[in-house]
Each structure stands twice: as structure tokens, then as C-alpha cells.
């Protein structure tokens, strides 16, 4: 059972590090003009607003 407690977390720490980096992917597409914020995928979406927000980009979070 500890080994699946262990597995658990080590799989959420993985996620959670794709989460970023496919934000951090997002934000430069945004910001690039290729995609818009409407078009992030839902699972990412908060990230890729937190990190448009860090940047001074609000005016790039548009949900048209």
C-alpha cells in the first residue's frame, strides 16, 4: 500500500511538471500571435493565465 502512496505522489509531481511546461509553451504561442487564451486546453488553462498575469500580458487573456 505504501508503494502505491509513493507511486501517487511521484505521478502527481510528474504531471504537475508537464502542466508547467506545456503552459510555459502556451504563453510563448499566445504571445507570438499563433493561438489564442480560448484555445488552451481546460487542464492548463490556470496556469497559462497565472503565467500571462506574471508577464503584464492581462490583455492576452481573452476568452473570445
Do not use: C
Not at 22 to 48: E, H
Amino acid at each position: 500500500m505504501r508503494l502505491l502512496h509513493l507511486f501517487h505522489h511521484y505521478f502527481i509531481l510528474i504531471k504537475e511538471r508537464e502542466v508547467k511546461e506545456m503552459a510555459v509553451i502556451y504563453v510563448a504561442l499566445i504571445v507570438k500571435g499563433i493561438r489564442t487564451y480560448a484555445s488552451v486546453p481546460a487542464v492548463i488553462k490556470p496556469k497559462v493565465k497565472e503565467l500571462l498575469e506574471q508577464l503584464e500580458l492581462n490583455d492576452l487573456i481573452n476568452e473570445d
